[in-house]
């Protein structure tokens, strides 16, 4: 699945020094942004891991750092990990792509799931109340 967002605000940059509220109006609109772009682009809800792949054109052609890169996306990720349902500790990150310029700047996230190797178990509330009791006779001394 494919998102394209809008080339993000220069205050994201962490080379930039903005007032903590100019920063944090920036980050709230990257983030609700991406939610909006996601919806209404139709991307579906996800499971587990995702790889995400970000290939950026920048608005101008000038040298741009990938690292300064990722982390001025850091609030629009959030956004897009909001809007799939999948924590963002779950993406995998390619190598950002530095790609030829276009008018304004973009940036083109690819989303793919990650297949899980083996079945996934969710224990059952049961299940959990036995897990906690045996853990608790291991704590007591009562299970070796």
């Excluded at 100019?22 to 682009?41: I, N, P, S, T, V």
């Excluded at 963002?88 to 297949?115: E, M, N, Q, S």
């Amino acid at each position: 699945m494919r998102v394209e967002l809008p080339w993000p605000d220069k205050a994201l940059s962490p080379n930039a020094r903005q007032h903590h509220m100019a920063l944090h109006r920036a980050r709230k609109a990257a983030k609700h942004g991406a939610m909006g772009e996601c919806l209404a682009q139709r991307i579906p809800r996800m499971v587990g891991p995702v790889k995400v792949a970000m290939t950026f054109h920048p608005p101008a052609k000038r040298r741009y750092d990938q690292d300064g890169l990722l982390s001025r996306m850091k609030a629009a990720l959030d956004g897009i990990a909001a809007h799939v349902g999948v924590d963002d500790h779950l993406f995998v990150l390619a190598a950002p792509v530095i790609a030829d310029p276009i008018k304004g700047g973009r940036v083109i996230v690819d989303l793919t799931p990650v297949a899980v190797a083996g079945p996934v178990h969710t224990p059952e509330p049961d299940e959990w109340r036995s897990i906690g009791a045996i853990a608790e006779r291991m704590i007591r001394g009562q299970i070796e």
